[in-house]
């Protein structure tokens, strides 16, 4: 298997219930862990494993993370997937920017996670067109979401793992559904049910910064890593 280039998607849309009041005037993706943006992490992160073209979905308050990175940041060029007139959720999102992902594998994060996984070793071709980053099953998701059969994602298991929102997908999988809005998880059923997904199991830095809570948290270990 030899490294190719890919282009990242940062799903950052979604309007952060759970961390209200924080993000009713800042999108969650903008809150700073460590004196710097979610987002901004992540840009780094992918910056320095070598992607340079980002495509990153916008919703609830777009306006302000267009504002905050413009169209660079650093050595990633980036792509706005606008959702402003209605959120897709993630499969139709994914559907929404297939233009501005072109052909072939991309790397997939989510906007709302606090990691240190290092994306470089996603940069490999796979027989399979999908690959899935799982992790131990944090407190607030004891039951996880799938297995892990060698290298291949299965849907059931004694051990299950939760699905880091850490993935790359090829767009082929994407051509037959329209853009509509759609969540990914049950896509990701049907393609780990017919044997097209490989997985790994991550047990580095990763949170969820879902709640102001678990904000704090990663604020609390970045301050005292």
């Given at each position: 298997?030899g490294?190719?280039?890919?282009r990242a998607?940062?799903l950052a849309a979604g309007?952060?219930e759970r961390?209200?009041?924080?993000?009713?005037h800042?999108?969650k993706?903008l809150?700073?862990?460590g004196?710097?943006a979610?987002?901004v992490h992540?840009?780094e992160?992918?910056?320095a494993?070598?992607i340079r073209?980002?495509?990153?979905?916008?919703?609830h308050?777009?306006g302000?993370?267009v504002?905050?990175?413009?169209?660079n940041?650093?050595a990633?060029r980036?792509?706005y997937?606008?959702?402003?007139d209605?959120?897709?959720?993630?499969g139709?999102?994914?559907?929404?920017?297939?233009?501005?992902?072109?052909?072939?594998?991309?790397l997939?994060?989510n906007?709302?996670i606090?990691t240190?996984?290092?994306w470089?070793?996603?940069?490999q071709s796979?027989d399979?067109p999908?690959h899935?980053?799982?992790v131990?099953?944090?407190?607030?998701?004891?039951?996880?979401?799938?297995?892990l059969?060698?290298?291949?994602?299965?849907l059931?298991a004694e051990?299950r793992?939760?699905?880091a929102?850490i993935?790359?997908?090829?767009?082929?999988?994407?051509?037959?559904?329209?853009?509509l809005?759609?969540p990914?998880a049950?896509w990701?059923r049907?393609?780990?049910a017919a044997?097209?997904?490989?997985?790994s199991?991550?047990?580095?830095?990763?949170?969820?910064?879902?709640?102001?809570?678990r904000?704090q948290?990663?604020r609390a270990?970045?301050?005292?890593k």
């Amino acid at each position: 298997m030899g490294t190719i280039a890919m282009r990242a998607m940062i799903l950052a849309a979604g309007r952060g219930e759970r961390l209200r009041p924080l993000t009713d005037h800042t999108p969650k993706p903008l809150l700073e862990v460590g004196g710097k943006a979610l987002i901004v992490h992540h840009l780094e992160a992918l910056a320095a494993a070598g992607i340079r073209e980002v495509v990153i979905n916008i919703g609830h308050l777009g306006g302000a993370i267009v504002a905050a990175l413009g169209d660079n940041h650093g050595a990633c060029r980036i792509h706005y997937s606008d959702e402003r007139d209605g959120i897709l959720e993630t499969g139709g999102a994914i559907v929404h920017a297939l233009p501005l992902l072109g052909d072939g594998p991309f790397l997939l994060v989510n906007a709302d996670i606090f990691t240190d996984f290092p994306w470089a070793s996603l940069l490999q071709s796979d027989d399979r067109p999908a690959h899935l980053v799982l992790v131990p099953n944090p407190p607030q998701h004891p039951q996880g979401d799938f297995a892990l059969s060698g290298a291949r994602v299965a849907l059931d298991a004694e051990h299950r793992h939760t699905y880091a929102g850490i993935a790359r997908l090829h767009t082929d999988l994407f051509h037959a559904y329209p853009a509509l809005r759609a969540p990914l998880a049950p896509w990701l059923r049907q393609w780990i049910a017919a044997g097209q997904v490989s997985g790994s199991l991550y047990r580095g830095t990763w949170l969820d910064v879902g709640t102001a809570e678990r904000l704090q948290a990663a604020r609390a270990w970045y301050t005292e890593k």
